[in-house]
Nanobody, 111 residues
């Protein structure tokens, strides 16, 4: 059983930054691809970025430049650094490993 717990969300002004964390249980963390997703109100959940166990990253084109995914295998944690936040970044942010999802963390960007 894999458990994923996100944290780091909150209310931030436009132009600000946040770093989200996703702590994973289980030794499988170091072997798998992790991903960050988000779901805005009334919209479908969308992929932001993924990172392999070796640190290879991929981003959705629209997310490049302001978002950075990283991971610390020793801490079983994956991060999402978000800079220059905009009101349209308001969403619930989720991490994913295989078929497992975290509960999500709310990010609200005020304009």
């Amino acid at each position: 059983q894999v458990q994923l717990v996100e944290s780091g969300g909150g209310l931030v002004q436009a132009g600000g930054s946040l770093r989200l964390s996703c702590a994973a249980s289980g030794s499988i963390f170091s072997t798998g691809v992790m991903g960050w997703y988000r779901q805005a109100p009334g919209k479908q959940r969308e992929l932001i970025a993924t990172i392999t166990s070796g640190g290879i990253t991929k981003y959705v084109d629209s997310m490049k430049g302001r978002f950075t995914i990283s991971r610390d295998n020793a801490k079983n944690t994956v991060y999402l650094q978000m800079n220059s936040l905009k009101s349209e970044d308001t969403a619930v942010y989720y991490c994913r490993f295989s078929n497992y999802w975290g509960q999500g963390t709310q990010v609200t960007v005020s304009s």
